[in-house]
């Protein structure tokens, strides 16, 4: 989806907010929001693209007008509309009007570090040879789908190189539909010149981890 | 047709129903979620406290130090990052698929995330403000050496800098170059030469 998140390339921002001794969390409502967003994962109703996906549901004015652990708590509360656990009222009286019955237990205290450190894999088996070798030229596609989607705008219609084959792969577009649909996974190097003309430095690269549908041979 | 078609506007349902304030904004979905039995006050204050106190750039520089005094391991660790972070236990998220960059004399890396802030949490833990902002996302795959600059960084115009944008759910660390003079030091003061940035690829290691 072509929306505000997509900021690769973009002007305009200004210099890099860099912030000295900065803490994990300013303050208990941004580690609050980061951790029920963690949490939430454990209920099984949605996955990584899907949150991803809902904050890019955002109009680029709500997206901007955001700090990252609003963005996070905003699209918590978005999700859990969708899926049926929260309704609209509730969120507008800022109190559950139901107890819903319950899926499952609430994560407890004591899970916490193995849910932390639990594996989260996304590679899959091969069921089709990869179309691309490492060296490979390809060109991306221009697609610009209203869905979720890991290829920026910057990087779409371009040419670049094969230089790592990271396996096959979940494939984000299709997983924020619920869907693996697992696809091959290459880093592909594009030189500065290529992304950004004669306002890229030739010697300098960008490189992206892009599923084979994105990619045609050169 | 309705007139107000939401799904053709778009934007949060929930954005303009919440309060305004951010921590009267969380505040309103905690207390729902504790009141509808989703999630445990003492299991948020756990997820808080592993982020704060536990998980963070520390893992991240014994690792660089280790690569830096054990050749064997640092071969490991560019070959097959995952693995190499496995041998040393360490798992969870963003450990599963790590490829580890080298900084040598030629090439100077630096990782980004354009579309949201994908990280390396189980070896960097959370990252910070600049990481998660537009400006750094937006600049950094155009106009690397200017970002760098900012932070501090001017690199010779014959090093080549490689931009890697996280758009899957691979991971990168940058493994920066062990500085001269360093010879004697133990791992324990070779990791404390590491910081954060260090590994993001915003700075490079001082002694």
């Known amino acids: 989806m072509d929306g505000m998140h997509d900021v690769g390339g973009m002007a305009g921002f200004g210099s890099i907010p860099i912030e000295d001794n900065e803490p994990v969390f300013h303050g208990d409502w941004e580690g609050k929001s980061f951790a029920m967003v963690l949490l939430s994962f454990s209920w099984r109703k949605w996955n990584l693209d899907q949150t991803r996906s809902s904050h890019e549901q955002l109009t680029p004015q709500q997206y901007l007008s955001l700090s990252y652990y609003e963005r996070l708590i905003t699209g918590l509360a978005d999700r859990a509309i969708k899926a049926g656990l929260v309704t609209t009222d509730e969120i507008r ?79 984000a577009d299709s997983n924020a539909d619920g869907n693996e649909n697992p696809q091959h996974l290459y880093a592909v190097r594009f030189s500065g010149s290529e992304l950004w003309g004669q306002q890229g430095n030739p010697r300098d690269s960008v490189t992206l981890d892009l599923y084979e549908p994105y990619l045609r041979h050169a | 047709m309705d ?13 303009s129903l919440l309060p305004s304030e951010p921590a009267l904004r969380v505040k309103a979905i905690e207390t729902i979620l504790l009141e509808k039995g989703l999630i445990d006050a003492a299991a948020v204050d756990a997820i808080i406290d592993q982020f704060e106190n536990r998980i963070g750039p520390k893992v991240g520089a014994a690792l660089i130090a280790k690569a830096w005094t054990d050749a064997s391991f640092k071969t490991a660790l560019l070959k097959n990052g995952a693995a190499a972070l496995a041998s040393l236990g360490i798992s ?67 090093v080549e800098v490689r931009v890697w944008d996280s758009t899957s759910e691979m991971r990168f660390l940058v493994v920066p170059q062990r500085p001269k003079g360093t010879e004697d030091m133990s791992e324990e003061q070779l990791a404390s030469l590491v910081s954060r940035d260090c590994m993001v690829g915003t700075a490079v290691p001082h002694l």
């Open chain 1, 93 to 171: 009286a800022g109190h559950a009007s139901a107890v819903p019955e319950q899926f499952a237990m609430p994560l407890t205290r004591k899970a916490v570090p193995a849910f932390i450190k639990a594996p989260r894999n996304y590679l899959r088996p091969n069921t089709i040879a990869p179309a691309y070798r490492v060296g490979d030229r390809i060109c991306t596609v221009t697609d610009s789908p209203d869905s979720h989607t890991r290829l920026p705008r910057y990087a779409r219609g371009r040419s670049g190189t094969i230089i790592l084959y990271h396996g096959c792969n979940v494939f």
């Open chain 2, 3 to 15: 007139r107000h078609d939401h799904t053709r506007e778009g934007g949060s349902p929930s954005h």
């Open chain 2, 92 to 158: 969870g998220i963003g450990a599963e698929q790590v490829i580890a960059v080298e900084n040598t004399d030629s090439v100077h890396n630096v990782v980004v995330c354009t579309l949201c802030s994908c990280y390396p949490w189980a070896v960097l833990g959370l990252p910070p403000t600049w990481y998660k902002s537009e400006a750094y996302r937006s600049r950094v795959v155009r106009e690397p050496r200017k970002v760098l600059a900012e932070f501090g960084l001017d690199l010779p115009q014959d």
